[in-house]
């Protein structure tokens, strides 16, 4: 790892960027474990970023795809002006301040710095998945009422996190084979984990984020996957295997539900096609938008991506987000043919096919560890190729 030597007398600037670049750490470190620790991490990092860039007269710099999740938040603007309650939407907007993790870890996790912020990501998520079978096979939470969470606050959060580090292990396992020990050691655990949690929509992404990490490398490991299921389908516990096959059943509640939200959500589009009911306003209008056949009285999200965007902030907004992965799509792939650090890259991209099989089953952009996650591992491949360090 290149690090930065701070010495008796160092420049303040370079005191700050220290700083900044051990608060990063403990950010990637503390996200998978405690929101509350991650929050202040992710402060002080922030802020000691913004202290470089005063104190260096430096300007931003962030990948491409850095600019249209600006227009994104511009919009979401827009959105919440226009919202029944303003304010509420407002102050639901404050997530936005989140994209400023990506300029932050392209100038802080510059060259050899984001290999250390990708192993730290997956020596935690490996930690965590060793918690969440724990806690399945040793405190009961082995039912839907009560699932492995991990020290998260909800097991959707903690699926979802599993489901980018098993991107990160993956990837460095297939692009990276020198390196690759650690990753596959820890693989049994975080496959153990993810399939105990009983989350549906994770599973989906993690099926299209392997299968698609499998043909970067090469198509004919795509032979592996039905091994895979037909050993998940022998070994995983009874419980475990009839929530797999649920994912097939048209009767049951939670899918009929789901497919009651999208007609809710294209009834709030036909109404509001450009701003959207507004942020945070889909949960209080749900039932105004409420579809004969939904089986709950109400729901917070429409557990779906694409739509509770379009609902929620307009098809503009849907549109700008569609550029944004467009073009973090477009230029990682290029990354994967010209970087020496190919493993980042597949990352990114198996990361981004993660979030949309998932996310057509959740709101995961919408979730601010995993959004906070996503973001950090979609940058690491351009930071990793600076070479700009002091």
């Not at 990063?24 to 474990?33: D, P, R, S, Y």
């Not at 039912?143 to 969470?149: A, S």
């Not at 959207?276 to 917070?300: C, I, S, T």
């Not at 290029?334 to 990114?348: D, I, M, P």
Request: glycine share 8%; charged share 15%.
């Amino acid at each position: 790892m290149t690090t930065m030597t701070l010495v008796a007398g160092a420049p303040p600037r370079d005191r700050l960027e220290w700083t900044a670049v051990a608060g990063l750490l403990g950010f990637v470190a503390a996200l998978q474990l405690s929101i509350a620790a991650a929050g202040i991490c992710l402060a002080l990092t922030l802020a000691c970023w913004a202290g470089t860039l005063v104190l260096g007269q430096e300007r931003w710099e962030a990948p491409r795809f850095f600019w249209p999740l600006v227009v994104y938040a511009a919009w979401t603007l827009v959105s919440a002006t226009f919202s029944p309650d303003p304010r509420t939407s407002f102050i639901d907007s404050k997530q936005l301040v989140l994209f400023l993790l990506v300029p932050a870890v392209y100038k802080l996790a510059r060259g050899n710095r984001a290999l250390t912020v990708f192993n730290v990501i997956i020596t935690v998520g490996a930690a965590s998945a060793i918690l969440g079978i724990v806690q399945y096979g040793m405190f009961n939470y082995d039912h839907l009422g009560q699932r492995p969470q991990g020290t998260l606050g909800h097991y959707m959060t903690y699926s979802g996190l599993l489901v980018l580090v098993i991107c990160a292990a993956v990837a460095r396992l297939l692009f990276d084979v020198r390196h690759g020990t650690w990753a596959a050691m820890v693989m049994p655990a975080l496959a153990v984990a993810i399939a105990l949690t009983f989350t549906r929509s994770a599973w989906v992404g993690v099926v299209l984020a392997v299968a698609l990490l499998f043909i970067l490398k090469d198509f004919r490991l795509l032979a592996i996957l039905p091994v895979i299921g037909a050993l998940f389908l022998l070994l995983a516990p009874g419980s475990i295997v009839s929530r797999f096959y649920s994912i097939f059943d048209l009767h049951d509640p939670t899918n009929r539900d789901r497919l009651a939200m999208m007609h809710e959500g294209r009834s709030m589009i036909e109404a509001h096609p450009l701003t959207g009911v507004g942020p945070n306003m889909v949960e209080r209008l749900y039932v105004q938008f409420r579809d004969p056949d939904a089986v709950a009285k109400v729901n917070p999200h429409l557990h779906n991506v694409p739509m509770q965007i379009a609902a929620e902030r307009g098809l503009p907004a849907l549109a700008i987000w569609i550029w944004f992965l467009v073009v973090a799509a477009t230029d990682l792939w290029r990354k994967l043919a010209s970087s020496r650090h190919k493993f980042l890259a597949a990352g990114g991209l198996a990361a981004i096919a993660g979030m949309l099989g998932a996310g057509l089953f959740e709101h995961n952009f919408g979730d601010s560890e995993f959004l906070m996650l996503f973001l950090v591992m979609l940058t690491l491949p351009f930071a990793a190729d600076r070479t700009d360090l002091p």
